[in-house]
């Protein structure tokens, strides 16, 4: 395998919000934006962890989670997701989301212990994206959970009251074609 | 000095808070150690810590009158400060340490009472004359009637929970075919919140300012104000930025409505540290809206700009001494404005983000003051709130003030947890906020984005990613960033997230 890493030379890095980055491998200390050159330093100490040192300032970093080629970044307390992808994965993955289809049911799941006060959703009730479907209690504060897709309700796993754990799926959705 | 030890009814940072001030005065404190936090930072200021990790009851021990009693005898306290949240506003808590010859720190059950109860409170104010948005009498006994009083009032109007607060029981109805499902939605909530269906409609303010007034009170009868609040920023009515005093009030309004603000008081025969909150509309005509009965989150704006400390007040007020600060004494200087740093997910709605602060680093200017309960280790637990931090900045007038809070939110280093720091960076560049022209809608109506990123940031993080891509798939040596392995995948907040791009 190893002449197949050096024979990659460069990198998608692709965001969530469909933006392309492109990156050399082996990839250099230091980015291009428009006719200057500035230094990147991923940086370690006790007191603040990781950093990114950049024009002189320093950006805490994390990584929140990593799955084969998806990583999720904190970068100075806001997260970015991407995928990564070599030349030849990303050619791939355009053909694979031309042919492939679409999920079709999507688990609304509790992001934390808590109690639900309120099921707003409706067996058979059309959702649309960003809907909220249930309200849950946690840490004192009432947070609505939203549908993230557009579609029909399909089942309702929960009513008022109940105590649920983190995870747990609450709703059902059928995702609209 | 009649006040040896004070048993602090809570925890995080406002236990934090009285610790330090009880210990300038010499007195004592009592702790206590749960088993949900049995290594929280606020024990480490007590002079007593009592042990209750072996309670496996379900209720917090801060909410159970009868176990804080017994433990305030138990540990030989001779007051309580209940802090805010939890009892602090549970007249039966109050009227049960008299009892037991221990010495509230707060006013009297009875004016707890009064205040707490909305349609109480509304009638009182009504007696004194002060200025209230058009309301129901009391209390709605059924739709119909709400319907017949919506109608007399004129849309919009809301519905208020008579024991409610936090927004809980709230609902604002805007046309009249909605008026009878909403009371029926706003009184089963209050009952499921409040164990009290009690209900009572208000003529809705549009877009105002929220703007409090801070009071203190003795018991011998002297009551004064330390100027205003101004607490607009808010989201489903939880108050996330705080500065004191207003631009939108000059000396002859902060003179009446702060001389409003010492009468109502006056009705119920107030003592020690309280608020009196106000809506403010366009036409500067203001509304009284509650009183709160207890030391606020927002306090140390007030002692900042006065110089005035609130909780020694309070102690002082409950110990029987007479207020010596008189109204002319009061001075305001300087402006200040307080972020609340929780461990919310800003990407994400504002949605909870419990979990152990990994690296914590504050600012130490000296015009910043950091209030906190938390330190590197500590652990935001999901059973209690998501504050982390209150950053408090003064400077001597907005302008200057502005401009060291975006300083120093860019000290504040977090790590571990997702912040509210990117929304305060946000707003502390949005013109309607640095204006002061915004409303109690602001966060509703006038933001495309909650948060604030810098250009490159996204290409820095991307960067980033495609080192570690590089590092774990095509080499080997590698500085690892802080990763968060407890983690899992959360399709939710992810969903979220990108819904927002």
Redesign the interface.
């Known amino acids: 395998m190893g002449n197949e890493?050096t024979k990659?030379k460069k990198?998608y890095?692709l965001?969530?919000?469909?933006?392309k980055?492109i990156?050399s491998?082996?990839?250099r200390e230091n980015?291009k934006?428009g006719n200057r050159k500035y230094e990147?330093k991923?940086?370690?100490d006790d007191?603040?962890?990781?950093y990114?040192l950049?024009k002189n300032r320093k950006?805490?970093?994390?990584?929140?989670?990593?799955?084969q080629?998806r990583?999720?970044?904190?970068?100075?307390?806001?997260?970015?997701?991407?995928t990564?992808e070599t030349p030849f994965g990303y050619k791939r993955m355009r053909v694979l989301s031309r042919q492939k289809g679409r999920k079709e049911k999507e688990?609304?799941?509790?992001?934390?212990?808590?109690k639900i006060?309120d099921v707003l959703a409706r067996e058979g009730n059309q959702v649309l994206?960003?809907e909220p479907v249930v309200i849950l209690e946690?840490?004192?504060?009432?947070?609505?959970?939203?549908s993230?897709v557009n579609g029909t309700v399909i089942k309702i796993n929960t009513k008022p009251g109940v105590i649920v754990n983190k995870?747990d799926v609450l709703v059902e959705i059928k995702v609209e074609a | 000095m009649k006040i040896k030890r004070i048993l602090i009814a809570n925890r995080g940072e406002i236990a934090v808070r009285i610790m330090k001030t009880a210990r300038k005065m010499n007195i004592e404190t009592v702790a206590i150690k749960t088993s949900v936090e049995p290594s929280a930072m606020y024990l480490s200021y007590a002079d007593v810590i009592y042990d209750n990790t072996e309670d496996e009851s379900e209720i917090p021990v801060f909410l159970d009158i009868d176990k804080l009693i017994g433990i305030a005898l138990k540990t030989g306290a001779d007051a309580v400060h209940p802090g805010y949240g939890f009892l602090a506003e549970n007249a039966y808590f109050a009227d049960k340490c008299l009892d037991n010859n221990i010495e509230f720190i707060g006013p009297s059950p009875d004016a707890i009472y009064k205040m707490g109860n909305k349609t109480i409170a509304r009638k009182i104010a009504l007696s004194s004359n002060i200025p209230m948005a058009m309301g129901s009498q009391g209390n709605i006994s059924n739709e119909e009637e709400a319907v017949k009083i919506a109608a007399k009032i004129g849309y919009p109007i809301i519905i208020k929970a008579a024991s409610g607060g936090g927004g809980r029981g709230m609902r604002i109805v805007r046309k009249p075919e909605d008026m009878e499902k909403m009371f029926i939605i706003a009184s089963k909530e209050a009952e499921k919140a409040f164990n009290d269906p009690s209900v009572f409609i208000e003529k809705y303010i549009e877009n105002p300012k929220h703007i409090e007034f801070q009071i203190l009170g003795d018991k011998k009868g002297n009551i004064i104000h330390l100027g205003e609040r101004e607490c607009s920023i808010q989201r489903k009515h939880q108050k996330l930025l705080e500065e004191a005093p207003s631009c939108a009030l000059d000396d002859r309004l902060r003179e009446e409505m702060g001389s409003m603000a010492v009468k109502i008081a006056r009705a119920v025969g107030y003592y020690s540290a309280g608020t009196v909150e106000f809506l403010l509309d366009s036409d500067k005509k203001y509304y009284f809206m509650e009183m709160n009965t207890r030391i606020q989150v927002e306090h140390p704006v007030t002692e900042e700009i006065t110089g005035i400390d609130l909780i020694e007040q309070q102690i002082r007020i409950a110990n029987g001494e007479e207020l010596k600060i008189k109204q002319k004494d009061v001075k305001i200087k300087g402006w200040a404005i307080e972020c609340r740093i929780n461990a919310e997910d800003v990407q994400a709605g504002f949605a909870p983000d419990p979990g152990r602060i990994e690296k914590l680093s504050l600012p130490d200017d000296e015009y910043v003051r950091v209030d906190t309960g938390v330190t590197s280790g500590s652990a935001i637990v999901s059973s209690y709130d998501s504050m982390i931090a209150k950053l408090i900045v003064r400077g001597s007038d907005r302008r200057d003030a502005l401009k060291k809070c975006k300083l120093a939110l860019d000290k504040v280093w977090i790590k571990g947890v997702k912040t509210t720091l990117p929304f305060f960076r946000m707003l502390m560049r949005h013109p309607k906020f640095t204006s002061g022209l915004f409303t109690t809608s602001f966060i509703e109506k006038d933001l495309d984005q909650y948060y604030h990123n810098s250009e490159y940031e996204e290409l820095l993080a991307a960067w980033l990613a495609t080192k570690l891509f590089i590092e774990e798939n095509l080499t080997d040596d590698s500085i690892k960033p802080d990763f968060r392995e407890s983690r899992e995948i959360d399709p939710w907040l992810l969903n979220k997230r990108i819904s927002q791009f």
């Open positions: 890493k990659i990198l890095a965001s969530s919000g469909n933006r980055y990156f491998n082996p990839l980015i934006i990147v991923l940086k370690q007191k603040f962890g990781t990114i950049w950006y805490p970093v994390e990584v929140v989670r990593s799955r080629n990583y999720e970044i904190l970068f100075n307390d806001i997260s970015y997701t991407f990564i688990l609304v799941k509790s992001p934390m212990p808590g006060v994206k960003g946690a840490m004192k504060m009432q947070n609505e959970i939203q993230p995870d």
